[in-house]
Each structure stands twice: as structure tokens, then as C-alpha cells.
């Protein structure tokens, strides 16, 4: 869906963006992440052309973005920033229906529309649509504007850091929201964080950018298994390695299958697509080394033993 061709971006001497080359597939969610300075945002920016690049080419379903009108281009992507950038004098209805109504929907379609969004980011349609920004809380009002970037149903949504001055409790929430909506929306995201495990939660494939450079693009598991070099080693962060990879696989990849013969393990099962960080933290909490697993249509599926989680 979006190719990055030896893009290079420079802010007189200083090179933001230095020769970088990768794809992101269609439907993937990429998360660009790397220290202050790294060149994850200008990257971000270039894709619609709020910021143009210097050098380098630039591809969104096969077609060079230098060759499409940026208002055009920009309707055909949703944004959605760290200040979120409601118009403060528009209700929350007309924040979401921004582009809807730029692109000449009819009045119905544009309502049922809000609504639907509103409903699946839990922003209650009776309640909110006639609320103004400064009447809702930050985690709202990041709600609606992600709302708005979804608005006109774009197949791509960039999210500059949407989350980072987010309280925790909101933006875990906000977290899972988004991985759900990526779940049914199926929409290529291209994500900005400098926040590892935020990245490691949401992520298809981690582009990691140092000094403008692009370092590694991976999955999570090869992220944390097969790190390119010690800057991503260090937003990993070396002391919690272990764990943070029992986030990426799941509790179905270590279960040992059922084998009809002994009875499962007393407890609440856990689903096979939980993390295995969960699996361990259930362990500590239950004062058990063994879980029983169940598949994603309740069925017993296995046992998952506290030896699983540390074999090889």
C-alpha cells in the first residue's frame, strides 16, 4: 500500500530522513518508532505530503504521491495527531463529519455515519454530538478525532504519537480500541510512537529509525528475537527482554494439546490468543504452574504448563 524509495528528507545541514527504503503492505499495521530526532515523524508527514521529500520517491498503491494534488491525496488518508486538532468552535458532530461533508455525502449518510463511528468508539451519539472539545475529556477528545480521520472511510490512517499525553488507564484503553478497530476495519496504519511497548501491542511489523536511518523493520517476534543492533536492543530495554516477548506469542503457541485421557486443571480457562505475559501473571495470581487453555470457540484446547514459557 505505501513504499518508501531511498526517501530523503534535509532541514538545511541536518538530514532528517537519510536513504530510506520499505514497504507497507496493505491492511499491515507499521509502527515507526526510534529515539527524539530519529526522523519518525518528518517520515510520517511526507506520506501526505505535509512535509515533501528531497529526495527519494514515495508510493501509495503503486502511484508516486509527487504526482497527486495534496488536498486530493489528503482526503484519501485519515491523521490524527498528539493535540488532536479539533475545531473548538464545532460540535463533536461536525469535528467527525469534516470530510464526509467535504466530499459532498448527503446529510443522512453523514449522520448515520457519525453515529456509527461515535458507537464503536464508545462515545455515546445521545450524549456527546452536540458536546463542544473543551466539554470532553483528553481521552475524548482523542476518541473524535480519531473518529474524524475515519470519517470518510480512508484505506489508510497515519497517527502521529495519537496517545503519548494520555493518562495510562486511557491510553491502554485507546490502545485496545484502536487494535480493535484495525481488526474490522482491516485499514493499512502507519503509527508513530517512541514507546516500545505500545509498538510491540499494536504492531504488524516495527520499521526503527536512528539518526534518519532505518535500523530494522520486523515483526515484534523478530524485534525481540533477532534485534539488528543495540539501539533497539535499548528501547526494548535490556532488563525486561524476557518478558516483554512473552507479550508477542500467545498463549496457543506454548499449550500443550489435550490429550483426552487427564482432566484439565482447575481454573478459569484462558483463550488460546491471550499473551503469554497474561498467562504468566494468571500463574503468580492463581499460586498454580498449570492453565487450562481453551480455543476461540471455547473448547478445551490443552494445558499450558509454567515450563512452556521458558523453553526454547
Known amino acids: 500500500m ?46 501526505n505530503r505535509l512535509v515533501a521529500q528531497d529526495a527519494g520517491a514515495i508510493r501509495v498503491a503503486g502511484e508516486d504521491i509527487a504526482g497527486v494534488a495534496p488536498e486530493e491525496l489528503r482526503r484519501r488518508m485519515g491523521y490524527v495527531i498528539q493535540s488532536v486538532g479539533l475545531f473548538p468552535h464545532w460540535t463533536v458532530e461536525r469535528n467527525i463529519a469534516t470530510v464526509p461533508v467535504l466530499l459532498g455525502w448527503p446529510k443522512g449518510r453523514v449522520r448515520d455515519r457519525v453515529a456509527e463511528l461515535m458507537d464503536l468508539l464508545k462515545l455515546d451519539p445521545e450524549r456527546f454530538r452536540d458536546a463542544f472539545p473543551h466539554q470532553l475529556s483528553g481521552g475524548q477528545q482523542q476518541r473524535v478525532g480519531v473518529a474524524r480521520a475515519l470519517a470518510g472511510d480512508p484505506p489508510i490512517l497515519l497517527m502521529d504519537e495519537p496517545f503519548s499525553a494520555l493518562d495510562p488507564i486511557t491510553r491502554d484503553t485507546l490502545q485496545g480500541e484502536l487494535a480493535n478497530i484495525h481488526r474490522q476495519t482491516c485499514k493499512t496504519i502507519v503509527f508513530v510512537t517512541h514507546d516500545m511497548d505500545e509498538a510491540l501491542r499494536l504492531a504488524d511489523r516495527i520499521a526503527v529509525l536512528e539518526h534518519g536511518r532505518l535500523v530494522q523493520c520486523a515483526t515484534p517476534r523478530d524485534i525481540l528475537t533477532r534485534p539488528a543492533r543495540d539501539i533497539v536492543r535499548d528501547l526494548v530495554g535490556r532488563e525486561e527482554w524476557g518478558l516483554k516477548r512473552l507479550a508477542v506469542e500467545t498463549v496457543g503457541d506454548r499449550a500443550r494439546p489435550a490429550d483426552g485421557t487427564s482432566a484439565p486443571p ?30 476461540e470457540h471455547g473448547r478445551a484446547a490443552g494445558v499450558l504448563h509454567l515450563t512452556d514459557l521458558v523453553r526454547p
Open 2 to 47: 505505501i513504499a518508501f524509495e531511498r526517501v530523503t528528507k534535509r532541514f538545511g545541514p541536518w538530514t532528517a530522513v537519510d536513504d530510506v527504503s520499505f514497504t507497507v503492505g496493505e491492511g499491515e499495521f507499521c509502527v515507526l518508532i526510534g529515539p527524539s530526532g530519529s526522523g519518525k515523524s518528518t517520515l510520517l508527514k511526507m506520506v
Open 266 to 295: 482447575p481454573g478459569e480457562p484462558l483463550p488460546s490468543a491471550a499473551p503469554l505475559r497474561r498467562a504468566l501473571s494468571e500463574m503468580v495470581a492463581r499460586g498454580t504452574d498449570r492453565l487450562p487453555v481453551v480455543d
